[in-house]
C-alpha cells in the first residue's frame, strides 16, 4: 500500500533552514507529481509546492517562493524540500502528498518551528 513517511523537522531560529524529506512506497513513485502542504495551529491544510514525476517542472505557493526548493530522486523514491530564510510564520506541520488513482494519500506529517 501507499506509505508516506515524513522527516527533517525541528526547531530553527528565524532566517535558518532545513530540509524536509518525504520517502514513499506501495507505488511507482517516478510515475506521479508530488506535493508539500502544511498545516499551522488552527489553520486550513495549505498548499507549499509541487514537482512533476520527472522532476523537471516545479511551482510554489507565493508565500515559499524564493526561499523553498522542491526536489526529487526518483532512485530513492525521495521527494525533498529545502527551506530557507525561515520565519516564524512557517511553523507549521508539513506533509507531503501523492494522488494515486483519484485518492489522496498523506504521510504522518514532520513539525517544523521557528522560533528565536
Known amino acids: 500500500q501507499v506509505q508516506l513517511v515524513e522527516s527533517g523537522g525541528g526547531l530553527v531560529q528565524p532566517g535558518g533552514s532545513l530540509r524536509l524529506s518525504c520517502a514513499a512506497s506501495?507505488?511507482?513513485?517516478?510515475?506521479?507529481?508530488m506535493k508539500w502542504y502544511r498545516q499551522a495551529p488552527g489553520k486550513e491544510r495549505e498548499f507549499v509546492a509541487h514537482?512533476?514525476?520527472?522532476?523537471?517542472?516545479?511551482s510554489y505557493a507565493e508565500s515559499v517562493k524564493g526561499r523553498f526548493t522542491i526536489s526529487r530522486d526518483n532512485v530513492k523514491n525521495t521527494v525533498y524540500l529545502q527551506m530557507n530564510s525561515l520565519k516564524p510564520e512557517d511553523t507549521a506541520m508539513y506533509y507531503c502528498n501523492v494522488v494515486k488513482n483519484l485518492i489522496t494519500y498523506w504521510g504522518q506529517g514532520t513539525q517544523v518551528t521557528v522560533s528565536s
Open positions: 506501495g507505488f511507482t513513485f517516478s510515475s506521479y507529481v
Open positions: 514537482v512533476t514525476s520527472s522532476g523537471r517542472f516545479t
